[in-house]
């Protein structure tokens, strides 16, 4: 537990210390319409060693892929195609990306095989949302994972088998339009909503390109806590010297709200810096109950009659843990709280409770995120 409070306050320190340093914008904010975009496909993956399926899809996409070809298959034959397996083929295209270059993929089984180790993708278009082509994919996967099985039914799967990679493994076919060169303005967008942050951007800009002859003039507006619009060239070269002279403009960006994150699954807790408490008191403590069940077996006398009865016998130890108060003074800082939870000796089950109780009490001036 004081290792956990120790890493409280270290993450809280560190952050502390990161917000005070001016950073750059391309650090906090990213250019409106200079996004990836996702890219999906259905294929087959051949070549495995038995570990591959027979479903009905699986054997339709056979079919369909060999009258490609000019195969046609008569209709009342099945083939036996344990060494193919139907899959999902995504990959992400990011901005600016031409046709002939290359992207990664990641194949996923969509049925039941086994295992896509050995196996190769064949040709797959990638789609778009907008149901156009945009890349073509295929090769051989490198699968990290591995299953084995036995006779017996027992078996062992490390990693995930059925999801594999294909480095480079799809030809862009298509360019995606960029807006990025469009209309009269360049717009940034913060990674983190921030009001105050927001016109920290808009001055430090308006700072750097500042006119002499005329110190009215500005060139960059916040727009809302997310969005600051900077007046650019219409010339694409231009433009692109002109952002590379904005993204590199440092300023300081506004500490961020109190916060405290709770991970209810792993029992990580994270305290910000700026969490403050109004005045309470905290106990710390519980009852303990335990009940055992002893049977008792009860015969007659030898001549007498009747029939041997088993009895519980029922005993109840309750223990109750020595409770242990705190109190918190007005605007208590985190490190008062972080030493205050750490001599009653919570648990991180027990700190989130207290940080819950806290809040319901009105006393956690902080807002509490629980995920």
């Given at each position: 537990m004081k290792l956990l409070i120790k890493l409280i306050a270290l993450v809280s320190t560190l952050s502390l210390v990161f917000v005070s340093h001016a950073q750059r914008v391309k650090d906090l904010a990213d250019v409106a319409g200079v996004r990836s975009n996702q890219l999906v496909g259905y294929g087959l993956v051949v070549g495995l060693p038995g570990t591959g399926e027979q479903s009905p899809f699986t054997e339709q996409s056979f079919k369909t892929m060999l009258s490609n070809f000019g195969i046609t298959m008569p209709t009342n034959l099945k083939p036996k195609i344990k060494n193919v397996a139907a899959v999902a083929v995504h990959a992400e295209l990011p901005a600016f990306t031409k046709p002939g270059q290359t992207i990664d993929i990641t194949v996923s089984s969509m049925g039941s095989a086994q295992s896509l180790r050995g196996g190769t993708l064949l040709q797959t278009i990638l789609m778009g949302i907008d149901g156009n082509a945009y890349a073509v994919?295929?090769?051989?996967?490198?699968?990290?994972g591995l299953g084995a099985e036995g006779l017996d039914g027992s078996k062992i799967v490390v990693n995930t088998p059925t999801v594999g990679r294909i480095a480079n493994g799809a030809i862009v076919e298509r360019e995606v339009k960029s807006p990025f060169a469009m209309g009269d303005h360049i717009t940034f967008n913060l990674r983190n909503p921030d009001f105050t942050t927001a016109k920290n951007?808009?001055?430090?800009?308006?700072?750097?390109?500042?006119?002499?002859?005329?110190?009215?003039?500005?060139?960059?507006?916040a727009i809302d806590a997310t969005s600051v619009q900077v007046s650019a060239p219409r010339d694409a070269n231009q433009r692109v010297t002109f952002l590379s002279m904005l993204e590199n403009i440092e300023f300081e960006p506004d500490s961020p709200s109190a916060k405290v994150i709770v991970n209810s699954r792993t029992g990580t807790i994270v305290i910000g810096a700026d969490v403050r408490l109004l005045p309470a008191a905290v106990t710390h403590g519980g009852i303990t109950v335990t009940i055992n069940e002893n049977p008792e077996v009860t015969q007659p006398d030898a001549f007498a009659e009747g029939e041997t009865v088993v009895t519980n016998q029922s005993v109840?130890?309750?223990?109750?843990?020595?409770n242990r108060m705190f109190v918190f003074n007005p605007g208590i800082t985190l490190d008062a709280l972080v030493r205050a939870i750490n001599n009653v000796g919570a648990g991180p089950g027990d700190v989130m409770a207290i940080l819950e109780a806290l809040q319901q009490a009105g006393a956690l001036r902080g807002e509490l995120v629980i995920i």
């Open positions: 994919a295929q090769g051989s996967l490198v699968v990290s951007l808009e001055k430090a800009i308006n700072t750097e390109f500042a006119n002499p002859s005329d110190p009215n003039t500005f060139i960059a507006r109840i130890d309750v223990n109750q843990n020595d």
